[in-house]
């Protein structure tokens, strides 16, 4: 990493609050350089507090931005950091109307050219596209990073119809933690306490509202802009990773933007592509979308718009680990999507596919029975991978083993694809409701096992993810789904799996009656986007090294104790349960120069019992501390949230805390019983 200190423009910033039509003011921070020309302005806009949660990657771009002749302004959402207000659900119609308000704001200001640029990763990368889709006249161009276009489906509460039980409830404990952090007194002054316990009376989990939609209904819609792609106008660049859960929007967004649109897809995580966190190889990010800026704000022809419209990265085979500093491979452009150089290769669950799993009896030996014991999944892998060290999938012999397989015999040779494997399966099932999980697996010689990617399909969601239709017991019928995208190189020797299986704990919220089906496999078959490789592009793809401004200064302090295992897999043999305990290690604690002590702790629990899929729990505990010692200010968050499931209904139980020192200035439980309609 490159620490750039000297820029074209001379750099000064400040705090300012921005006024919206109600009168509310949200905080806001402003890099700007020093110049008497009005200038572009770019905008970040997050509910994560830009006075200590995200002030250090803060410090890496923004500053950036402005040395190149940028405003770069980042802006706390309402009800959230220093900002006033309420909070809301998330991307709710009034952070969005704020958002906008926000960008015509900026563009009125003396020192703005009238043009503003949105970017941001995960909830700004989501926001980004929102806002662009109500197409206020000033915002031109957008970058976004590892978000989704579909929030149903392509986000942390459902996944092919089904409830992602790991993150739907760890990102709502998440947030419940989040939105019960005070204000700072440095920054609001005296009324500090008042403007916290307001909020806190306004807080509710959003676990509630989620599971209170089951199906992809208006309330799913609403910022989805996978419903309407006409209505964005800026230019957008979109980004992700292979090992994000969000890539597959790059791709469809490349291939239905009606305006300027370029994807790039690299092999990282959930982070931006500069911070060198794991797997990399990281990149010049921030020379790249100041190439986009340039363009699209200052109108200089940086060339972005003569490459292809995705840039994707090709991992070699590797063999299987829960972190890899970098993953050897190349990078691929894709001139537009669908692509004429993939091809989409069908491979028969009896012909090119085998298993050694046997059929039915009584005529029906072409049924293969799938029946995964509950706990199918623990070597899943975090849903969302930061670049830690224990959150990708391990060595998947023992989910295969879990599963049914169907594998190829030693490729003859290297096979390339690019794009999103789908399975077309019959199936049989004696029982209403089920799950169908699909894994695509590289096994080498030795029998190690990489997951290479995976899909999901609520079997009741089969005819559309807005309606719930039960199956009739006792028949057969076809059904299909893709699993989510990646690019990747087979080795030559190596085999191709698919592993099926009718459970995954703890990312899929198993059915009540999880009795696992039957796959005809004379009539089912597994498709691969296969890439020429023989044909390559003329594109000569390269980034520059990666840099940014001088970093905050934050400290982490040592502690003596050992750390907590991030990833830790009990067994109780003789009860045959399972439990998963997940440390998500998000920051701990860290002192900012301004002598603010920042610190938290997190741990997400699942359980479950290997052969009853009513007996799925969660739990997730939050302790958050801000202490400011020259001040006395010791304010304190500590949250639980819990999820069971019986058949007809989820129970959810939720608990804050609220101190100032010694003193409980909130206290409040909820307990609330939510019917399962589909998840």
Not at 155 to 181: E, I, P, Q
Not at 392 to 407: A, H, I, K, N, T
Not at 443 to 452: F, K, P, Q, Y
Request: aromatic fraction near 10%; hydrophobic fraction near 35%; glycine fraction near 8%.
């Amino acid at each position: 990493m490159r620490i750039r200190t000297d820029f074209p423009y001379e750099t000064t910033h400040e705090d300012i609050r921005i006024p919206l039509p109600d009168g509310t003011r949200l905080y806001a921070r402003v890099w700007r350089p020093v110049t008497d020309e009005p200038v572009p302005v770019l905008l970040e806009y997050l509910p994560y507090r830009l006075s200590d949660w995200t002030a250090p990657r803060d410090a890496q771009r923004h500053p950036w931005y402005a040395g190149h002749g940028y405003a770069s302004v980042r802006v706390d959402v309402r009800g959230h950091g220093n900002s006033e207000g309420m909070p809301g659900d998330e991307y709710d119609a009034t952070e969005l109307d704020d958002g906008v308000a926000v960008v015509n704001w900026l563009a009125e200001q003396p020192w703005s050219n009238g043009k503003v640029g949105m970017f941001g990763i995960s909830w700004g990368g989501f926001n980004s596209l929102q806002i662009a889709a109500l197409a206020p006249e000033a915002l031109k161009a957008i970058v976004t990073v590892c978000s989704a276009d579909d929030r149903y489906d392509n986000d942390v509460h459902y996944m092919g119809g089904s409830v992602l039980a790991v993150d739907m409830h760890a990102w709502a404990s998440t947030m419940l933690a989040f939105a019960s952090r005070p204000p700072d007194p440095t920054c609001v002054g005296d009324d500090w306490r008042t403007m916290w316990t307001d909020r806190l009376e306004a807080v509710e989990p959003f676990i509630h509202t989620w599971l209170g939609h089951q199906t992809r209904d208006a309330y799913w819609q609403h910022g989805s802009v996978c419903e309407d792609y006409s209505a964005i106008k800026a230019a957008v660049l979109a980004v992700g990773g292979w090992h994000d859960p969000y890539r597959d929007t790059v791709l469809r967004l490349v291939e239905h933007l009606p305006g300027p649109v370029r994807g790039l897809i690299g092999p990282w995580s959930h982070q931006y592509p500069d911070r060198g966190l794991p797997p990399g190889p990281a990149i010049g990010f921030l020379q790249e979308t100041l190439r986009w800026w340039d363009q699209h704000l200052k109108g200089v022809d940086t060339g972005v718009m003569h490459e292809p419209k995705l840039r994707a990265w090709i991992s070699e085979p590797h063999r299987p680990a829960t972190v890899y500093p970098e993953l050897a491979g190349r990078w691929v452009g894709e001139p537009t999507l669908p692509s004429p150089g993939i091809t989409s290769t069908p491979l028969g669950l009896d012909s090119e596919l085998g298993t050694d799993t046997p059929g039915g009896a009584d005529g029906e030996e072409s049924l293969v029975p799938v029946r995964s014991p509950q706990h199918t999944g623990v070597d899943a892998g975090r849903f969302f991978p930061f670049g830690n060290d224990s959150d990708l999938p391990p060595d998947q012999r023992e989910e295969d083993g879990r599963s049914v397989c169907f594998d190829s015999a030693p490729l003859g040779r290297t096979v390339e694809i690019l794009g999103r494997p789908k399975v077309r399966l019959r199936l049989r099932s004696d029982v209403p409701r089920g799950q169908v999980i699909a894994r695509l697996c590289e096994v080498d010689a030795d029998g190690a096992s990489t997951l290479i990617t995976r899909g999901v399909l609520n079997l009741n969601a089969r005819l559309g993810r807005d309606r719930v239709v039960t199956w009739e017991p006792g028949t057969t019928e076809d059904v299909e789904f893709e699993l989510n995208g990646i690019g990747h190189r087979f080795a030559s020797g190596s085999r191709i799996r698919l592993a099926l299986s009718s459970a995954y704990w703890p990312w899929i919220w198993p059915a009540p009656d999880a009795e696992g089906w039957s796959v005809d496999v004379t009539e089912s078959t597994f498709e691969l986007p296969v890439r020429d490789a023989e044909h390559e592009d003329d594109f000569a793809i390269a980034f520059e090294p990666p840099e940014q401004s001088e970093p905050l200064g934050v400290v982490s302090p040592e502690t003596l104790d050992a750390p907590r295992p991030e990833r830790l897999v009990v067994r109780d043999v003789a009860a045959g349960t399972w439990r998963l305990e997940v440390d998500p290690r998000y920051g701990g604690t860290r002192i900012y120069p301004d002598g603010l002590e920042f610190s938290e702790d997190a741990l997400e629990t699942y359980e479950i019992q290997e052969s009853d899929p009513l007996s799925a729990r969660t739990r997730s505990d939050w302790t958050i501390r801000l202490h400011r010692p020259e001040l006395g200010w010791d304010a304190r968050v500590e949250t639980r949230s819990e999820i069971t499931c019986g058949a007809t209904h989820f129970v959810t139980a939720n608990e804050v805390v609220c101190r100032d020192g010694d003193e409980v200035v909130f206290h409040r439980t909820w307990e609330k019983r939510i019917p399962r309609t589909a998840g």
